[in-house]
């Protein structure tokens, strides 16, 4: 079964210098936290800000390509996680058929929050261990984790 996410936020996890994309379920109160990078991290905060580019970015190049081919992103599913890596799916549909298109996650959610598609997650990878994963991340934060703030 799928259930409908949303992007919740990001954070940044100075231990490992990524960010954590969050998602949280739309009809409830699941969380799941996904290491992702940088230049992915940018690009999803430019989509929830609605920030425009004077030139199209990786995934504007995406949704353009989708548009031009005549295509349309219908959601994007987050499918399995296999040794502590997601694994997701885009979906596209033309008048033809409905093709899914393997994705990172973090790149699946920032062509989904252009193309106005919704985020899925597959019920069996969305489980307690995931909210416990975030959690005991937050816990095991000291101040000096954040570096110096001016």
Known sequence: MLVQMKVEGLLFDPRSNMYIMLLKEVDGINTMPIWIGKPEADSIAL??????????????????????????????????????????LIYLAS???????????????????????????????????SGDELEDWLKNLKPEDFGNVM
Not at 62 to 84: D, H, Y
Not at 100 to 105: E, T
């Open 95 to 129: 008048d033809k058929a409905e093709v899914p298109v393997d994705s990172r996650p973090s790149d699946a959610v920032a062509v989904a929050l252009r193309a106005n598609a919704p985020i899925f997650v597959e019920d069996s990878i969305l489980e307690k261990r």
């Open 47 to 88: 989509a929830l800000g609605k920030v425009a580019t004077p030139r199209p970015l990786t995934h504007d190049l995406i949704k353009n390509i989708c548009n031009g081919l005549k295509a349309k992103v219908t959601r994007v599913v987050v499918t399995e996680i296999f040794e502590n890596t997601y694994y997701a």
